[in-house]
């Protein structure tokens, strides 16, 4: 009997998910170029299991059910066409080649436009929850032809996480060609705003209020019992509570303030740039990793430049509290921006995106999963239409009633001087979306002053241009 699946790849994110695949009913033929990887695997976990090795891409294929379904988990960029090129001679119109890695979506548009025609089905497939999701159950966010979806979603439903709200798997159709790396690469962005976002609210009761890490700890981990819980604040309060073996320290303090990034939450910068989707609070989160990895910069700097150091005098648990709704507040903020950055490209690329999916397949699995998703789920479900998240009564009430506490985090940030670039901007995003009126006007006005680039004007139709004069 043939394999239900074949794999390409056997890094832990590859091996994970070949055994997710078996343990869930289904046998899998897997290939990797260095054989004695494969070897090892195959002797190792995957021994006793219904799981077999190739020495080549022409065994591979020869040992797979057709039309052939072969996931590809190979590192994001040229390994991807390398691998697609060796192995199309062996396939026949019809098989699925699916890539399961970070891909940048411009590349799977690519690789799906030249496959497809073809005669093959090129499925670009987020998917999210690092090594254990993918061993136990990840969030999978697939794009391609729907017949190539319907061909692999008996096998995704079975490996994908469950939510614990109603027990459906944290997967759906994302919509054609790159629709799926686009919607995982959003994921990323809202990934680093959230990431930042806890960064800043830690920052600020560490280095302002003097809070240490084991206080930190049962902060975070009171808060993951309440409208915050989430794999992201649940983690924070474990790394705060981990004591370094060698110094005896929180291992937190021990670790370099440098942040590094393999690219994802940057892509969606660059193309919320280009699409022109205002995103603020994750290119702030973006731009602080960027600003971390100035390192010996400011190192120097801090000698030289100065501001407010002091330390909060105020009353902690108030302070405590109030950073509890504004990190709520921001979160929603940034999941505003998220989805509002979706709803654009969805147009943009004719994606055809539904909204409440999206929010659905990433309550459970994902790096980014938390209650407040069913809540964004169900947000959706009122209003598939809905223009900004932000426009849903129990959204706007949510961000309307803490945003008393965003402001006092923000200026209690800013009095001390430490930096709260996400939070910021989520606050400014916030007023910058309901300001009627925004100072573009003199915008405008200037650029018709030294370059004629005219304007608009509110009282009557058609384009003008004023002579200025000189300054
Ligand atoms: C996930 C993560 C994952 C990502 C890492 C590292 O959803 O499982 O987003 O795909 O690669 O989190 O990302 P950075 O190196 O860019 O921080």
């Known amino acids: 009997t043939k394999a239900s699946i074949g794999l390409v790849g056997l890094g832990v994110m590859g091996r994970n998910l070949v055994l997710n695949i078996e343990r869930n009913g289904f046998s899998v033929a897997v ?118 979806w319907e061909a692999l979603r008996p096998i995704l439903e079975k490996i994908a996480a469950k939510a614990e709200e109603d027990g459906a798997p944290c997967v759906a159709y994302m919509g054609p060609r790159g629709a799926g790396h686009y919607v995982k690469t959003v994921h990323n962005g809202i990934e680093y705003a959230d990431m930042q976002l806890i960064a800043e609210i830690y920052d600020l009761l560490s280095r302002g209020a003097g809070l240490s890490a084991a206080e930190l700890a049962d902060v975070f981990a009171a808060w993951n019992q309440g409208e915050l819980r989430s794999y992201l604040i649940e983690i924070t309060a474990a790394i705060l509570r981990r004591v370094d073996e060698w110094t005896g320290q929180p291992l937190v303090d021990v670790i370099l303030d440098e942040a590094q990034q393999k690219g994802t939450g940057k892509w969606t910068s660059q193309n919320a740039f280009d699409i022109g989707a205002p ?35 105020g009353n902690r648990s108030e302070l405590i509290e109030a950073a509890r709704a504004a990190l709520y507040a921001g979160k929603v903020l940034a999941y505003a921006q998220g989805m509002s950055l979706l709803r654009t490209a969805s147009q943009e690329y004719q994606y055809n995106f539904d909204l409440a999916e999206i929010a659905r397949i990433w309550r459970a699995g994902c790096i980014i999963r938390a209650s407040l998703l069913g809540n964004i789920t169900n947000a959706y479900r009122r209003n598939p239409g809905l223009t900004n998240l932000l426009l849903d009564d129990a959204f706007r009430e949510a961000v309307e009633t803490r945003q008393g506490a965003l402001r006092r985090v923000v200026q209690t940030a800013i009095e001390l001087g430490i930096p709260a670039l996400a939070l910021s901007s989520a606050l400014a995003y916030y007023d910058a979306y309901r300001s009627e009126r925004l100072p573009a006007n003199l915008t405008q006005a200037q650029r018709d002053f030294f370059g004629a680039h005219t304007y608009r004007r509110v009282d009557r139709e058609g384009i003008f241009h004023t002579e200025w004069g000189s300054a």
Do not use: C
């Not at 399961?100 to 929850?129: I, P, Y």
């Not at 990793?289 to 002091?310: M, Q, Y």
């Open 31 to 148: 290939y990797n170029k260095t054989q004695s990887k494969m070897h090892a695997f195959l002797q190792g976990e995957a021994a006793g299991k219904r799981i077999t090795g190739s020495d080549s891409y022409t065994s591979l294929v020869e040992q797979l059910e057709r039309p052939r379904r072969i996931l590809l988990m190979v590192t994001a960029g040229a390994a991807v066409d390398g691998v697609i090129e060796e192995i199309k001679p062996h396939l026949e119109p019809g098989d699925i080649l699916i890539d399961g890695g970070n891909s940048f979506f411009l590349d799977t548009e690519r690789r799906s436009v030249a496959l497809t025609a073809e005669g093959f089905h090129f499925v670009g497939m987020g998917v999210s929850g690092g090594e254990e999701g993918a061993l136990w159950g990840p969030s999978i966010m697939p794009g391609g032809s729907r017949e190539s």
């Open 279 to 313: 995103i603020p609070t994750i290119n702030a989160a973006v731009e602080s990793r960027i600003l971390s990895g100035l390192k010996s910069e400011r190192v120097a700097a801090s000698r030289v430049l100065h501001g407010p150091t002091g330390h909060y005098t």
